[in-house]
């Protein structure tokens, strides 16, 4: 009770409408397959950075693992694998 005495009301559901005339269903669109690439390329770049601060060797490693990512993932998204 509310308000000195008020009820709530429980308000009903709607039933389901039909699909309206103007709806369509949508076309398939081809999506690329789930690839690594993007997770190497962001552990690269962790590499990267954390070479800035530490050391050259780590650098480059960044470096390296940062370019085999970005031509793998290029790579499949130009062949579509």
Known sequence: MVNGGDRLERKSVPPKSEPQAEWRRLEHVALPQP??????????????????????????????LMALALAGWIRELRHGH
């Open 35 to 64: 690839t690594y690439w993007p997770a190497v390329l962001a552990l690269g770049i962790v590499f990267l950075a954390w070479g800035l601060v530490t050391s050259w060797l780590i650098f480059g490693v960044g470096l390296i």
